[in-house]
């Protein structure tokens, strides 16, 4: 996959974030101001409408890398999130919109023998709108 360094290496599926993905986020966080959970009070903010949580969109990494296009480096017994540099929220995701993750392969290094380190920029698109949710630098770490 080294081959595949400084290049975008894949896009994945849409996810629809809704009000009961919003609210099931809230009620496992503890996070339940109304700008994510009270449709009524939201639409008097700069957002109209009650949005989701940065974290929750951050969330959805899993899925989205699962349900991507990303080559899976071959021979892996197990992977694990290892966290994230430079995370940015840049725009707030509305209830009812549709995002989708973009992976570019920034690193990928060995860190001891059967271990491998990588760096993805990941980018959050949602549908319809001009800038990103998010940006991060995700690390994850694989064993052969």
Not at 49 to 60: C, E, K, P, R, V
Not at 78 to 106: A, D, E, I
């Amino acid at each position: 996959m080294k081959e595949l360094i400084g290049g975008r290496i894949g896009t994945s599926e849409w996810i629809l974030i809704d009000q009961a993905m919003i609210d099931k986020f809230a009620d496992a966080t503890g996070d339940h101001q109304f700008i994510h959970v009270d449709p009524e009070r939201s639409k008097s903010t700069p957002f109209g409408g009650t949005i989701a949580h940065g974290f929750l969109t951050l969330s959805l990494y899993p899925d989205m890398i699962e349900k991507s296009d990303c080559p899976r480096p071959e021979g892996v017994k197990m992977g694990v999130n290892y966290g994230c540099n430079k995370l940015r929220f840049l725009t707030p995701v509305r209830s009812g919109k549709r995002v989708r993750g973009h992976f570019k392969l920034l690193e990928l290094e060995e860190k001891r023998p059967g271990q491998w380190q990588q760096t993805l920029e990941f980018s959050v698109e949602i549908e319809g709108e001009a800038k990103p949710a998010l940006m991060a630098e995700w690390l994850s770490q694989y064993f052969l």
